[in-house]
């Protein structure tokens, strides 16, 4: 079964404007950063990277900790479908 984008969840919506307003950033700093349960994190960046909009990187620094970034190809094809989802689950994006 194939995972489409229309299957996002909400979280998954706000973890991806996270990273990519964060850049890099380990699961645990995205939960305590921005007050999300880290199981929630988890969850929505397993789906995330599904759809190939996020990518998992080691953190050399500490191997215990990757760090995910955002597909900025991939997002900007799918850019108006992510727009649509967030309108309909009334998500703004939080630009710096």
Known sequence: MNFLISDLPKSAL???DHVTAEG???PREISN???V???TVSFALKK???LNLLF???NL???RKPQYRTNNERVRELHEVID???AQMNIQFRAI
């Open 84 to 86: 649509l989802l967030r």
């Open 14 to 16: 706000v973890v991806l």
């Open 33 to 35: 950063k921005f007050n």
């Open 37 to 39: 349960p880290l199981r």
């Open 48 to 50: 995330l990277m599904k």
């Open 61 to 63: 620094m500490d191997m």
């Open 56 to 58: 998992k990187t080691p």
């Open 24 to 26: 890099p950033i380990a």
